[in-house]
């Protein structure tokens, strides 16, 4: 009798070992891949800065992430109606966005420019867009930046590379649009350039529903472990 007892004990030992070893918790996240050097497309897949940074974390905590890409305004949406669980999208962490979705702590820092075809020496401070057609992504931080200054004339694009064509023919007189992007952008450009003006920071943040606060803390945990074991500058210096 006492040996059976042990044998089950041990088979249901291992069992659960094995559950917990093959149930993985895995979470779906939502990504735009159309903004490089952060998540983009190479040969259809999605890769880049967040991509590596959630492969990381995934490492840290066991999480399996399955990534889809959609477009950026639908991110918080679709996170909202749990048809994904995270947002990891060079997302800025604006107030405006924090009243529907809980933010990890910064990952990383940015800012908005303008980008201009050509020098537009008029240019010395983001007011002096008053009176210029400049382009934006729907939904973007530029968006709301742009939107703020008086006299602006704000066009909405639906992708940076369409914002991008519409400056090289001249519709429009500058695009507005985070650092890093932009950078890619006028680097493969001769015309293109950024205006050398002061901009606010921001930080790029994940995003989760507001009732996950445990996922939060988990990323948040790992990614400090991997700022602090160095992944994370490796992971920096592979895109920068
Ligand atoms: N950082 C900008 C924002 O949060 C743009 C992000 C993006 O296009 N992926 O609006």
Known sequence: MKKIVKLLSVLA???????????????????????????????NQIVGFDIDLLNAISKETGIEFKVKDMAFD???????????????AGMTATPERQKTVLFSKPYFTAKQVIITKGEDKSLKSFDNLAGKKVGVMLGFTGDS????????????????????????????DAV???????????????QLMIANVPAEEEDYAIAVRKNDKAL??????AVAKIKANGEYDKILKKYF
Do not use: C, H, W
């Open 145 to 172: 930046v742009v939107s703020e200054i008086k006299g602006a004339k704000v066009e909405r694009f639906n992708a940076a590379y369409a914002a991008i064509m519409a400056l090289n023919q001249g519709k429009i």
């Open 13 to 43: 030992v291992s069992l659960l070992v094995s559950i917990s070893v093959f149930a993985k918790q895995v979470v779906y996240v939502g990504t735009n891949a159309e903004f490089a050097p952060f998540e983009y497309l190479e040969k």
């Open 176 to 190: 507005v649009l985070d650092s890093e992007p932009a950078k890619k952008y006028i680097a493969n450009s001769k």
């Open 74 to 88: 639908g991110l918080l949406p679709a996170l909202q109606t749990k048809k994904v669980d995270l947002v990891i």
């Open 216 to 221: 939060i803390e988990k990323i948040d945990a």
